[in-house]
């Protein structure tokens, strides 16, 4: 990786810039770190990438954000390790995710999750993942024990990680990128659960996982959309009791993401608002 750094900085409402943050890490640039946090009341998103921006792709950003996109070289310096090693740890139910060299304190039962400092496919920062956790603790404090598990898109593999860590089930995490699947194996190593989770480059739903056993828990944290668009496969491969978190979709995008899996013969079971998105626990008519 070539030691030169382009920061690109842009301003905008926090479901803009999430949405924005979510298609420069899909995107072919050479993005290698993203970081989205409020500064004196204002939403703000910095891109590292490792080349220089063209500005057809400045352009796009500021189009999509609607303010002004500032673009500089940053000085020789591992940018993308100094940014992570300052991100505050974040709890989500029983489940908290760290990017520091060592894990805080914690208190008693949690599940320390270290994501270490490197190429940026998603910390745990996002409140679509921490809303994935935090309805995966709401399953597991029904006592309920999924067996497999599928990550749908699983970025970094936190998700995954998390349910390596606290189910005995065997655990399967696909991404279309082969890089994230290159990271997330090894955050799983670094969580000491690579042995339990089986990572595949996958685009969707393909043949690997319509030939699997069907899945207890399936996780879909990816963009309404897709999620749409992928309604029956996705559905096609949960187990009659099995259980569906649905994230990647913004407070008015609900109702159309729940109907399409709805037809599917799926109910909600619950739901939760962080931020600007909401995350769905969905199961089939005849669960139990």
């Given at each position: ?13 926090q ?12 995107d ?26 063209s ?35 974040v ?11 060592a894990?805080?304190a ?24 921490s ?18 598990i ?46 339990r ?30 999620l ?11 187990a ?6 649905l ?35 969905m ?6």
């Amino acid at each position: 990786m070539s030691n030169e750094v382009w920061q690109t900085t842009l301003h905008g409402s926090q479901a803009t810039l999430e949405q924005l943050e979510d298609w420069v890490e899909q995107d072919d640039f050479e993005v290698v770190s993203t970081s989205l946090f409020v500064e004196n009341k204002q939403w703000k998103l910095e891109i590292a990438s490792q080349s220089e921006p063209s500005k057809t792709w400045l352009t796009e950003l500021r189009d999509a954000c609607g303010g002004e996109v500032k673009c500089t070289q940053l000085p020789d310096k591992n940018w993308v390790l100094e940014s992570q090693r300052f991100l505050a740890p974040v709890e989500a139910g029983r489940f908290v995710i760290y990017a520091s060299e060592a894990p805080p304190a914690l208190p008693e039962h949690s599940i320390a999750i270290g994501i270490p400092a490197g190429m940026a496919f998603g910390t745990g920062h996002h409140g679509t993942t921490s809303g994935c956790l935090r309805l995966f603790d709401q399953l597991l404090n029904e006592s309920v024990q999924p067996d497999p598990i599928l990550d749908l898109g699983t970025g970094a593999g936190i998700l995954a990680i998390a349910a390596a860590k606290t189910c005995l089930g065997s655990v399967v995490a696909t991404d279309i990128d082969a890089v994230a699947i290159e990271v997330a194996n090894q955050n799983a190593a670094a969580n000491l659960v690579a042995d339990r989770i089986r990572f595949w480059v996958a685009d969707g739903v393909n043949h690997q996982l319509q030939a699997s056993s069907l899945f207890g828990l399936i996780f879909a944290n990816i963009l309404a959309a897709p999620l749409i668009e992928m309604s029956k496969d996705i559905s096609s491969l949960l187990a009659p009791k099995g259980q569906l978190i649905l994230a990647g979709l913004l407070h008015e995008q609900t109702d159309e993401v729940c109907a399409a899996f709805q037809t599917q013969g799926l109910k909600m079971v619950s739901s939760l608002e962080v931020g600007d998105w909401t995350i769905l626990r969905m199961q089939p008519y005849a669960a139990r």
